[in-house]
């Protein structure tokens, strides 16, 4: 794909590494000189100096016949003008960084379509979306979002008394928008069948509206009960958008927040959580507020102090500490404290603009299943040998479940056996490895391979 990156930032930068690295052409725009020379000595990508939403600039980069223009300046309002004018210079598609959460929650204005803007992403949100996930599901394996945040894919391990042990699928009983779509036992994973029942112990790969997750989880792990109590140092964005992310009803949040003004802010616009004007990484303030019986604590100030916090509480005993690592030459240190489970803002914004660009052709997600089984994103193509039939028509060779897709009106979901393979409408489907290439010809996607 020939994309062009409207800022070289650190957004632009971690964007144009993983560009490259799949073999994708790749373009910078940028005012400063400096960034663009240790860009282009560092990876092999073109740049251009200049203001990327000038029209003039944008056609000398080559944005009339570009498959995507990403816009990742630091300036929200940059941004959208940037892939207005891209869009009407011929760009086959637009993304667009936003911060303000103005741009993605106002009921009225649909600013993605005012600006000819594909898709509008938000580092801080995606950060935020993935460790709402993550809390929510502590006892989860592996986390997939589908759709954005609509739809989760998660491993779970059985618990030794769960409801579902030796119930067949058909009698099981799940809730509406969830979908038991494999199951891993001995180290070995495979497509189950209706009769198939979970044992104790195995792995099993659910898949679910978000709205179903926490009936369908039932049927195989024991939820806690009770509110589990999260702990949040700092109240950037990002603690903004996880707390509205994980809301009110599971959920007793404590937010501190050394400045006092925006503690004030905060505590006005979120009034389902606790906000405190304190300094957690304080032992008197964490003491006084019993947070080593926290279920889990979030620092989102400096790296640096996010590790001495996040230290503190792992010492304390703390089960779940979760500290955001903006610099990588923090990371080594993290892990020698034993703080594994690190977040960071750029890394979700890549992940974010990684399933838009190939949520129109063909990709393999990687991390759930070990050479038995491929997930993946298609496309499905005009003319493909499924179009036309529904899910339960589908013949049992190749062996394809379709975990999500799109319904009539473009919404995702977890589709039933009546919806039809329609040209143009994205799926993840999961089949074995060695029928992938055959499902991939059956929908017309091209060879994934």
């Given at each position: 794909?020939d ?12 964007a144009?590494e ?6 994708h052409?790749v373009?910078v ?11 282009e000595e560092h990876?092999d990508?073109?740049v251009?100096e ?8 944008l056609?000398?980069a080559?944005a009339?016949?570009?498959d995507a223009v990403?816009?990742?300046t ?6 959208l003008?940037?892939?207005?004018i ?7 598609r ?8 103005m741009f993605?929650q106002?009921?009225?204005?649909d ?13 801080d949100?995606a950060m935020?979306?993935?460790m709402?996930?993550r809390?929510?599901n ?6 997939e979002h589908?759709?954005?945040?609509d739809?989760?894919?998660?491993q779970?391990?059985?618990a ?7 119930t ?8 509406k928008?969830?979908?038991?779509a494999?199951i891993?036992?001995?180290g070995q ?6 009769d198939t029942?979970v044992e104790?112990e ?5 898949v679910?509206e978000?709205a ?5 989880r039932?049927f195989?792990?024991?939820?806690p ?17 996880l707390?509205?992310?994980?809301g009110s ?5 404590r937010l501190?927040?050394?400045d ?35 279920d ?5 100030r ?6 001495l916090a996040?230290?503190?509480a ?6 779940t500490v979760m500290?955001v ?10 892990r020698?404290?034993g ?6 803002p750029r890394?979700?914004?890549?992940q ?15 991390g759930?299943?070990k ?18 039939k529904?899910?339960m ?7 394809l479940l379709v975990?999500?897709s ?7 979901c ?11 409408r994205?799926?993840?489907?999961l089949t ?10 059956l929908l017309?996607?091209?060879n994934?391979r």
């Amino acid at each position: 794909m020939d994309i062009i990156l409207a800022g070289g930032g650190d957004i632009g930068t971690a964007a144009a590494e993983m560009l490259t690295s799949r073999g994708h052409s790749v373009t910078v725009i940028d005012i400063d000189d400096t960034r663009l020379t240790y860009l282009e000595e560092h990876l092999d990508i073109a740049v251009l100096e200049g203001s990327a939403s000038s029209g003039a600039t944008l056609r000398r980069a080559g944005a009339a016949t570009a498959d995507a223009v990403i816009a990742t300046t630091d300036v929200d309002e940059v941004n959208l003008v940037i892939c207005d004018i891209a869009a009407s210079l011929g760009a086959h598609r637009t993304l667009a960084r936003v911060d303000h959460s103005m741009f993605l929650q106002d009921e009225e204005l649909d600013y993605a379509s005012i600006f000819s803007v594909d898709q509008l992403f938000s580092p801080d949100r995606a950060m935020a979306s993935a460790m709402a996930a993550r809390l929510r599901n502590p006892a989860a394996i592996a986390v997939e979002h589908f759709a954005g945040s609509d739809i989760e894919l998660q491993q779970i391990e059985v618990a030794p008394r769960a409801q579902a042990i030796g119930t067949p699928l058909r009698k099981l009983g799940l809730p509406k928008g969830a979908r038991l779509a494999a199951i891993t036992r001995n180290g070995q994973a495979f497509l189950p069948v209706a009769d198939t029942a979970v044992e104790p112990e195995d792995i099993v790969t659910l898949v679910a509206e978000q709205a179903s997750f926490p009936a369908a989880r039932r049927f195989f792990t024991k939820d806690p009960f009770g509110r589990r109590s999260i702990a949040i140092n700092g109240a950037p964005a990002a603690a903004v958008w996880l707390c509205r992310f994980l809301g009110s009803r599971d959920f007793d949040i404590r937010l501190f927040e050394q400045d006092l003004n925006r503690a004030e802010v905060i505590g006005e616009k979120l009034d389902h959580i606790t906000v405190l004007h304190a300094d957690p990484a304080q032992p008197e303030v964490f003491d006084d507020e019993h947070l080593e019986r926290a279920d889990a604590f979030v620092s989102m100030r400096s790296d640096e102090k996010n590790m001495l916090a996040c230290a503190y509480a792992r010492r304390c005993g703390v089960k779940t500490v979760m500290p955001v690592v903006r610099h990588p030459e923090f990371l080594p240190l993290m892990r020698e404290l034993g703080l594994e489970q690190t977040w960071n803002p750029r890394r979700s914004a890549v992940q974010a603009i990684n399933r838009v660009l190939h949520c129109h052709e063909f990709e393999r997600i990687e991390g759930f299943f070990k050479g038995t089984l491929d997930l993946m994103r298609v496309r499905v193509g005009a003319g493909a040998p499924l179009e036309g039939k529904t899910l339960m028509e589908l013949d049992r060779e190749p062996p394809l479940l379709v975990l999500a897709s799109e319904d009539d009106e473009g919404r995702p979901c977890v589709p039933d056996g009546t919806m039809r393979v329609t040209a143009g409408r994205h799926m993840i489907v999961l089949t074995t490895t060695a029928e992938a290439d055959a499902v991939c010809r059956l929908l017309a996607t091209g060879n994934g391979r």
